[in-house]
């Protein structure tokens, strides 16, 4: 699958070359496209090599591994942000295509406290805003997403081999919480959590019926979703 990561760099030195690095040594798999972003430019290359730097303390990387035809090159700019989403939106294939740079357009913090109360998602999250990253996974937590830090550097990436390469102290980001992360630290914001389960006094073959009928649907949706070229990431 793809990957993403962001960085800091506390003694602000450009983070260019530590995220082409990361990149380099996440995976063996062989990459559709790379993408590489601060929260002022964002540039795309089917090489490492092809890449200037981004003379910036602060940058998102992403490793592009289609799985559908449609799915998008990132980082996402816009204004004065960069963000990279992997994952599916799965409750938007009979309704209005409604995409994930129109819901954080006003703003990252607020569009992933959005996504994550509005909508039926697969995904992980990891933006670059006002010198800071933002990071974010759905309530489920079926994607991973990790942080870590250092003397020298703060930062966040989906595969900890990334994070293990800069010798960073890693941490798994909670489901359902938005992580903000600067240069002095990080601030953890729960917004959602799997609901606890209550028991149930109804008869088994109720019970049954019902749990039948929940996977059929959830299956039927994703289903739907993974096998329709019109509905990618939606992320642009």
């Not at 049954?208 to 509905?231: F, G, P």
Request: aromatic share 8%.
């Amino acid at each position: 699958m793809s990957l993403s990561a962001g960085l800091i760099c506390k003694r602000g030195e450009d983070v260019t070359p530590y995220l082409l690095n990361m990149l380099l040594h996440a995976s063996p798999i062989t990459a559709d496209n790379y993408g590489l972003a601060s929260t002022k430019n964002s540039q795309y290359s089917r090489t490492l090599d092809g890449f200037s730097s981004l003379n910036s303390d602060i940058g998102i990387a992403h490793k592009l591994v289609k799985i559908n035809p449609y799915d998008n090159d990132q980082p996402i700019q816009q204004n004065s942000n960069s963000s990279i989403i992997l994952g599916r939106f799965w409750d938007t294939f009979d309704s209005d295509i409604i995409t994930y740079s129109e819901i954080v357009r006003n703003g990252i913090d607020d569009g992933m406290k959005k996504i994550l109360t509005e909508y039926d998602c697969t995904f992980s999250i990891i933006a670059a805003e006002n010198n800071q990253l933002i990071c974010c996974r759905d309530h489920v937590g079926n994607i991973p997403l990790y942080f870590g830090e250092n003397e020298r550097f703060i930062g966040a990436a989906t595969n900890m081999k990334m994070l293990r390469l800069l010798r960073l102290k890693i941490r798994s980001i909670p489901p359902g919480s938005i992580i903000i992360i600067k240069k002095a630290g990080l601030n953890e914001i729960p917004i959602r959590k799997i609901e606890e389960i209550k028991p149930n006094k109804e008869e088994y073959e109720d019970i049954k019926s019902k749990v039948k009928a929940i996977l059929l649907k959830a299956i039927e949706r994703d289903v739907k979703t993974s096998m329709s070229l019109q509905y990618p990431f939606l992320v642009v």
